[in-house]
């Protein structure tokens, strides 16, 4: 049977990759999708990482995995851990390929902290607490150490270096060429059935230097005759050059898969969705914001950034989420990326002011006052659309989804500012849902419906003939493995996510909570 090779690159979005490939600057992803056929691949809302590789993993919405931001809420507190694997409340497919038996390696798959046992090799990505094992098997960085292709975790934190593009593009490039060295080793010493990476410099980048390749930001054309600017498309070229190399070793049966988790935009403007809630008469802040909200953004985060990273204080000091709950009827829900707001509902949120008869009144209200602000600097509204949660989510998990969902204007991020709006500063690009997919196999062609992200994880099910375990809301994309191509279904226990009476995966001793740091000082993209 043929295997299945999948190249993830975080964020990478056909706005900006064509260009690029116009300019012969992806050779390797131009020969590629000459090869297959090439597609939108539209992501979960919300539009985050955090929301989205876990999508990724189950074929599901977040509404039946749970997932909604990088952190959740210990019930009846304000207390936030940060989300980790067990958080997610459904079986993924890496389950389902380790009980058929499939030889599979993972690496950098976001959200795979603590790693499962799999039958296989695996390295965790996304945000790490230092001093506890990332990989299965666990002594895989000795290995690899010892094979002289070290694996450095986290890294790429671009909010560190604040209006300082090249010291950050030096980073880069130098933690994901160590990256590139690891994973070829890995796929010359490993026997798989199914072998993915993901390629976070791209998301990473595009966050602050989209203003130098993507083309509808306003400093584009300006940006695209400096110096920097072939700096900037190194970044691509290094993810091109190791997906040639992982494509040049797979054989004409394997299929191949391209994908990203999300799309991007890129941004001139930015708002802080506490700040504009404050403003439009729904938030206070309490004392506290006096010594947190500097920490937000700007010389005061990178300070206290690298204090963190000097001593080590990752998952073990946190900035909480400065709110005077008992003035607040609405505050921001899904931090990372302002996407989500939730009614401050007595009898739910701990504190809680808003009476339940009066819910909807304030929702509605709260609605159409986000829906129609208008920046007064540019005299447009960076609220795009809005939803009611049950109009977006109906699952198993609605009852913790945000209360109030948006979607930002073009040119507009939710988060990242100091202020209720502003000119965005350092922040070039946010994301968007539109992402990208290319695949490549003996039985793909022409995609009769846009594919999803829930689509994945059945696809690579069906290509490697393993049942999975639970009923997928993605579909099977026959238009890349065959019209015969079936998933039978062998529903087990769902994988579970943490309960109210279970600790924590990231201890208090290790995380206490990792509430605004995340968001604050850049760990939350």
């Known amino acids: ?83 980790s694997y067990k958080s997610i409340k459904e079986r993924t497919f890496l389950a389902d390929l380790a009980d058929a038996g499939k030889e599979a390696v993972y690496i950098d798959l976001p959200l795979t902290f603590p790693p499962p046992d799999i039958k296989g090799k695996l390295i965790a990505g996304g945000v790490l607490p230092k001093g506890r094992d990332f990989t299965y098997p666990a002594d895989l960085p000795q290995t690899l150490e010892g094979a002289g292709v070290p694996w450095e975790i986290n890294g790429m934190s671009w909010t560190t270096y604040h ?146 990273d000097t001593l080590g204080l990752h998952g073990k000091v946190s900035l909480k989420q400065p709110v005077s709950w008992s003035k607040t009827k609405a505050y921001t829900s899904i931090r990372s990326t302002g996407e989500g707001v939730n009614i401050n509902l007595a009898g739910r949120e701990p504190g809680g002011i808003v009476d339940p008869a009066d819910f909807e009144k304030v929702r509605g209200d709260v609605m159409d006052a986000l829906a129609s602000f208008v920046d007064p600097d540019t005299g447009r509204k960076p609220v795009k659309e809005i939803h009611r949660r049950e109009d977006v989510f109906q699952g198993k998990y609605a009852d913790t989804a945000p209360d109030i969902l948006m979607v930002p204007a073009e040119q507009y991020s939710l988060t990242h500012a100091k202020s209720a709006y502003e000119k965005a500063d350092w922040l070039a690009g946010d994301h968007r849902p539109e992402g990208v997919m290319v695949a490549v196999g003996p039985n793909v062609r022409p995609f009769e419906t846009e594919p999803k992200l829930v689509d994945v994880a059945p696809t690579i099910l069906a290509a490697l003939d393993a049942p999975a375990g639970i009923k997928h809301s993605g579909r099977i994309l026959h238009e890349v493995v065959g019209s015969d191509a079936q998933v039978e279904v062998h529903e087990v226990a769902k994988q579970g996510g943490p309960s109210s009476t279970e600790q924590p995966v990231v201890t208090d001793a290790e995380a206490a909570e990792m509430e605004e740091h995340l968001a604050g000082l850049g760990y939350i993209d």
Not at 1 to 16: F, Y
Not at 220 to 227: D, G, S
Not at 293 to 300: F, T
Request: charged fraction near 25%; proline fraction near 6%; include cysteine.
């Open 1 to 83: 049977m043929s295997r299945v090779l999948l190249i993830g690159w975080d964020g990478a979005d056909w706005r900006i990759l064509d260009p690029l490939m116009e300019q012969g600057a992806l050779p390797n992803l131009e020969a590629l999708v000459a090869r297959g056929q090439k597609g939108v691949l539209r992501s979960t809302i919300p539009t985050h990482s955090w929301a989205a590789w876990p999508s990724f993993m189950t074929g599901v919405d977040p509404v039946d995995h749970g997932v909604y931001d990088i952190l959740e809420t210990v019930p009846g507190t304000h207390k936030q851990y940060p989300v």
């Open 163 to 308: 209006n300082k593009p090249d010291p950050y593009l030096e980073e880069a490039l130098r933690v994901t060429g160590k990256r590139v060295k690891a994973t070829e080793w890995l796929m010359d010493n490993s026997d798989w059935d199914f072998l993915m990476s993901v390629w976070v410099s791209v998301d990473r980048t595009q966050h602050c230097l989209s203003d130098y390749v993507g083309p509808d930001h306003p400093d584009y054309a300006a940006n695209r005759k400096t110096q920097r600017y072939n700096k900037v498309v190194d970044v691509f070229r290094q993810v091109d050059d190791a997906l040639g190399m992982m494509v040049d070793k797979t054989n004409e049966d394997d299929t191949i898969l391209f994908v990203s988790d999300h799309g991007f935009q890129s941004c001139s403007r930015a708002l802080h969705m506490d700040h504009l809630l404050k403003r439009l008469g729904y938030l206070e802040f309490d004392a506290s914001n006096v010594i947190y909200g500097p920490m937000q953004w700007g010389p005061m985060r990178k300070v206290a950034r690298k204090v963190y």
